[in-house]
Nanobody, 120 residues
Framework: VQLQASGGGLVQAGGSLRLSCAASGRTFSSYAMGWFRQAPGKEREFVAALKWSSTDYADSVKGRFTISRDNAENMLYLQMNSLKPEDTAVYYC????????????????WGQGTKVTVSS
């Protein structure tokens, strides 16, 4: 599976942004998918995970971000609302064999990052 993230950009605090991740390969629907982010000078951190109807979110984004997917189109999305300056990071999409492994690892596939900058 190859993953290509897009949709990042500059947005003011309180604004919204939707990230997309295009996946190649026929087995996309079989993978649990997730989003991670890495802020400058910090380690990469888990943001959200999705497998079938199960979702998991980091406490810092719960209630503001929504992860979704379109298996027919091989697409993964992250709708980000009420953005804060601390959401500024490079965001990565990822695929794992099982739902629990998205947060805990190992990750099977990583996409390249897309940069999100939230101005105050």
């Amino acid at each position: 599976v190859q993953l290509q993230a897009s949709g990042g950009g500059l947005v003011q605090a309180g604004g919204s942004l939707r990230l997309s991740c295009a996946a190649s390969g026929r087995t996309f629907s079989s993978y649990a998918m997730g989003w991670f982010r890495q802020a400058p000078g910090k380690e990469r951190e888990f943001v959200a995970a999705l497998k079938w109807s199960s979702t998991d979110y980091a406490d810092s984004v719960k209630g503001r971000f929504t992860i979704s997917r379109d298996n027919a189109e091989n697409m993964l999305y992250l709708q980000m609302n009420s953005l804060k300056p601390e959401d500024t990071a490079v965001y990565y999409c990822a695929a794992a064999d099982t739902f629990s492994r998205v947060r805990r690892g190992p990750i099977n596939y990583w996409g390249q990052g897309t940069k999100v900058t939230v101005s105050s």
